[in-house]
C-alpha cells in the first residue's frame, strides 16, 4: 500500500471505544448513534453513497457504498457491529472505555469484539473511495447496532425491512482470529458456521409465607438452587458434526490429539486435560451447552419467595431443533419439570456457509500474500453473530480478520466479553490491507 492505514485506523478504533455503546440487553441502551454518527464523518468525505438507519432512537446503523459497474459481477458487504457488551472496570487495568494506546495496543471495551475489524473496515472502504476506485462489483460496508443483543434493532431488522439495500452476494463479519503456529506455516481460522441460540426462562414457583418459620415451606429460593444445579451439570452426549471434523483436520493437530477430538467416546475426558480455552472451545463446539446465567426472586428478606425466574443460554449445534431442546430441558430438570415453567425467549438455530466458493479461494491468496505460508481452514463459532441473518436470505458469510501474533489463542479466547481486551496495531494495520485488497481482487 502507498499509504499506511495504521495510523487512521487506530484513531478510529479510540473513538468507537470512547463514545460507550454499551448494549445491556434494553432497548433503552446501545445508543449505538454516537459510532454511527462518528462514521459518517469519516465516510462522506470521499463521497461514498451513505445511508443511516434508525428503527429505534439512538439504535442507528450506517450503510455505505461504491456501486459496481456490471450488474452480473458479485456484491461483496463488509459487515461490523457497533455495539459493545458491559465492562467493569473495578477488574481491568486500564478504564475499558479509555481507548490507551500503550506499547502499541488499544486497550478498551471492544478492542477485538469486534470494533477493531468494525474501524477496519471502514478505513479500507473509505481509502478505496479516495482513490477513486470503481470495482466491477459492489463494494459495501454496514455498521449495525445492536448485534450483541440478537440483533432485533440492527441486522435482524435490516434483513426483515431494507432486504434489497444490504443484501449481498458474499458477507464478510466477525469473528477474526489469531494465527495457529504449525511448522508448515500458520493455519488462519474463517468461520462459515455457528451455533445456535435457544434462550429460555424458567419460572419456579414456591408459597409466600413468614421466614421465620421455614421448616416445610415452599420455599422458591430452594427449588430454584437446585434448578440451577441441575441446569449446570447436564451433559448431553457430544456429537461430532461436520463444520468441527473440518476444523480439526484442517488444523494441523498433532495425530493422537486431533483421533480424541473427532471421537465422541473421548472428547469429553480430553476436554478435561487441554488447556482452559482449548477444552472450552472443543467442549462448545461437539455438545449442545447449558449456562444459567441470570436469576430474580424474592420480595423482602423475612418473606418467604413464592417465586423466582432465572435465565438459560442454550447454545445449540447443527441440526437441533427447538423440539430437542425443549426435551433436554426437561432431562435436565427431572423430577422438577413438572413444578417448574419453561419459556423460549430465542430460538435460532445454528447456520452455515460452504467454503467451497469464488471468495473462500480470494481470501485464501491475499492471506497467504499477507501472512506469508498461511492457510485458510474453515471452522465454527459457538457464539451468535450477525452472518446468521445474512445466511438465511441467501448470502455466503464468512467471519475473518488478519490478526498478528502478539497474543496467544488462549490470551485471545479469554477477552472476549472479558477483562483487559485490547488489540495490537500490527492486526489493524493487517485486517484493513487484506479488505483492500480483497475487494480489489475479488470485486475488479
Known amino acids: 500500500m502507498a499509504d499506511d492505514p495504521t495510523g487512521e485506523v487506530t484513531d478510529l478504533l479510540q473513538g468507537l471505544i470512547r463514545n460507550r455503546c454499551v448494549n445491556d440487553g434494553s432497548d433503552a441502551s446501545g445508543h449505538e448513534r454516537r459510532n454511527a454518527d462518528l462514521l459518517v464523518d469519516l465516510l462522506e468525505g470521499p463521497g461514498l453513497d451513505l445511508v443511516t438507519y434508525e428503527p429505534a432512537p439512538g439504535r442507528a446503523s450506517v450503510l455505505a457504498r461504491i456501486e459496481g459497474s456490471d450488474p452480473a459481477a458479485p456484491s461483496l458487504l463488509l459487515l461490523g457491529h457497533t455495539d459493545v457488551v458491559p465492562a467493569n472496570p473495578d477488574r481491568w487495568q486500564r478504564d475499558p472505555f ?48 445492536d448485534e450483541e443483543a440478537l440483533g432485533a434493532h440492527g441486522a435482524g431488522w435490516l434483513t426483515a425491512h431494507e432486504r434489497d439495500a444490504v443484501g449481498a452476494d458474499y458477507v464478510i463479519t466477525e469473528p477474526g482470529s489469531v494465527p495457529i503456529p504449525r511448522a508448515d506455516g500458520a493455519r488462519l481460522p474463517v468461520t462459515i458456521a455457528e451455533k445456535g441460540s435457544y434462550w429460555c426462562r424458567i419460572v419456579v414457583g414456591g408459597t409466600s409465607g413468614h421466614a421465620s418459620q421455614p421448616h416445610r415451606s415452599d420455599n422458591a429460593v430452594v427449588t430454584a438452587a437446585e434448578v440451577v444445579r441441575r441446569i449446570a451439570r447436564y451433559r448431553p452426549e457430544a456429537r461430532i458434526h461436520q463444520a468441527w471434523e473440518r476444523w480439526v483436520r484442517g488444523a494441523g493437530f498433532e495425530e493422537d490429539l486431533a483421533t480424541g477430538l473427532l471421537d465422541p467416546a473421548a472428547i469429553d475426558g480430553l476436554c478435561e486435560t487441554l488447556p482452559v480455552a482449548q477444552a472450552r472451545l472443543a467442549h462448545a463446539c461437539t455438545h449442545t451447552t447449558f449456562a444459567p446465567t441470570m436469576i430474580d426472586g424474592g420480595v423482602k428478606t423475612n418473606v418467604i419467595p413464592d417465586r423466582v425466574t432465572m435465565e438459560v443460554d442454550i447454545r445449540t449445534l447443527p441440526g437441533d431443533c427447538a423440539g430437542e431442546v425443549s426435551a433436554m430441558v426437561d432431562d435436565a430438570l427431572g423430577d422438577l419439570a413438572g413444578r417448574v415453567t419453561v419459556e423460549a425467549i430465542a430460538d435460532d438455530p445454528s447456520t452455515s456457509s460452504p467454503a467451497d466458493t469464488p471468495l473462500w479461494d480470494e481470501l485464501a491468496r491475499v492471506s497467504q500474500r499477507l501472512v506469508p505460508g ?40 479469554a477477552m472476549f466479553h472479558g477483562d483487559d481486551e485490547r488489540v495490537d496495531q500490527t492486526s489493524l494495520r493487517l485486517s484493513t490491507e487484506c479488505w483492500i485488497e480483497l475487494a480489489e481482487r475479488f470485486l475488479g
Open 98 to 145: 479509555g481507548a490507551e494506546l500503550v506499547d502499541g495496543e488499544v486497550w478498551g471495551r471492544g478492542a477485538v469484539d469486534m470494533l477493531n475489524l468494525t474501524a477496519s473496515m471502514a478505513v479500507a472502504v473509505c481509502h478505496l473511495a479516495r482513490r477513486g476506485w470503481r470495482p466491477k462489483g459492489t463494494l459495501s460496508l454496514l455498521a449495525v447496532a
Open 374 to 413: 498461511s492457510k485458510v481452514v474453515p471452522s465454527m463459532t459457538v457464539g451468535a453473530t450477525d452472518a446468521r441473518f445474512f445466511r438465511r436470505i441467501g448470502a455466503t458469510a464468512y467471519g475473518f480478520g488478519l490478526l498478528g501474533d502478539r497474543v496467544t489463542f488462549e490470551q485471545y479466547a
